[in-house]
């Protein structure tokens, strides 16, 4: 009974989140946000995550160079260290990684201030001087999150690769041009592909989550901290089941039109 | 000029106003007073289409107005300026850039204009030279008042005040005060001021209205409510100060 009520709740929450996306895209389609505003959110998120991103993306590389290298000296492999490394980090671990590094700084940051902003009944007040929030307050921070994920999964990519080098060097003393060299080969058109959707449905859960979560405040200073606990919770949940999702659909649809996914 | 005809609200299962029936007549300066959490917010939120109500009607300048679009309710909202309780300042703008906020979203003024309305509305709430100051460097009174100024900007025939002076030392609350007096006077506005300031609601006020669990439990002068016999309103005039 409990637990029901629980995941009824739960399911009217994602209703809401998703009522709220809907509205974000209307607004977009109907009254864009100023540009000004827009490369002015670009600029704050890319900056604020700017070093956290490229740390957490050089000892990416140099965990996947670890790993790898373990593993491929038994079969004597060692020379595509680099490509097999930068390919998982493209696919798979750098959209994964950037998401989660964004929820834990942008995400929180953004629903501590819209929720501060609610509370503090300046969202209110927005309208009561004619103005749209949707549109000058959460449209602007949506799409910067968007599009600052981008910058910053190719940041963390070539962190990323420079940590493999520093790795695979000192480990298995593959140079760095041996390991460069089957990058373009293994790297394929596909995993590029497959990295740019999973990073821009991460990014579009992240700043959904983060702005709802904001906007729909209650309750003082306490609120504004459940604000933020919650987002980092339901983001994080969020993209693992969406990482799960995107690459059961993109299984099903490689062996629907190519018949294996080899 | 303002009407509320059986208004109800609820919040999920619970009912915050109930059935709330309310004429504000132009030019008046009515209170509404109440302990916290008994809606007196939301009334006020009710009537600027912040919240929308469950049931009844709500009239203004002779128009139905509960069932206004978001749009619709953009000339309500010139008409009808709200000072939240809390100041409500955008930190990252100038306090100019604050008050003249709502002038660039509602009207298209020259810039000469709206220079000279943001100087105007300071100038009203006695704050002439903070216009380029930072919210974060004034303190929380002038942020009050700076607030007040950003409504009056737009001249509004109707001011609605939230708790203008909850929170507010005694001497800057009688300055609040004074100037509520003043401004509605002066700008002949209507005023509704939601308020658990029993003293200055006698001093100001053409008509007070107590406030009980979402139900209007006694209005009238502050005359009539000095003698009122109802419990709630005694207690509020136990803490008058004389
Ligand atoms: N947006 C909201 N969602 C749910 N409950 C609300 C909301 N706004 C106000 N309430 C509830 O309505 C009641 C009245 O609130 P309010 O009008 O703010 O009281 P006050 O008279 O102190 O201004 C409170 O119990 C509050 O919890
Ligand atoms: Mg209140």
Redesign the interface.
Known sequence: MNSLVILNSVIDEIGSALLFFVNILKTLMRRPCSRDELFQQIWKVTMQSLVTTGLAGFFVGAIMAVQFTLQMREFGALGYLGGLATSATVREVGPLLIAFMLAGKVGAFTSAELGTMRV???L?????????PLQEIILPRFLAIICASFFLLGLGLVMSIGGGILLGGLLAQVSVEEYLRHIPAIVTLSSIANGLVKCFIFAVILATVCTYKGYTTTGGAKGVGLAVVNTAVSTMVGIVVADWLTSFIADVAIRAFVGSPF | MIQFEKVVKRFGPRTILKELTLHVPAGEILFILGTSGTGKSVLLKTLVGLLRPDEGEIWIDGQEVSKFSEIEYLGIRKKCGMVFQQPALFDSLTVFENVAFGLRRHYRLPEAEIVSRVHSSLAAVHLPDASEKMPGEISYGMQKRVSLARTLALRPQVLLFDEPTTGLDPITTASVNLLIEELSRQFSTTSIVVSHDMTCALSIADRIIMLDQGRIVEEGSPDHMKRSQVPLVKEFLAEVVT
């Not at chain 1, 209110?124 to 749209?132: E, F, H, N, S, V």
């Open positions: 503090t009944e300046q209110d007040a927005i309208r009561c001087l004619g103005a749209d």
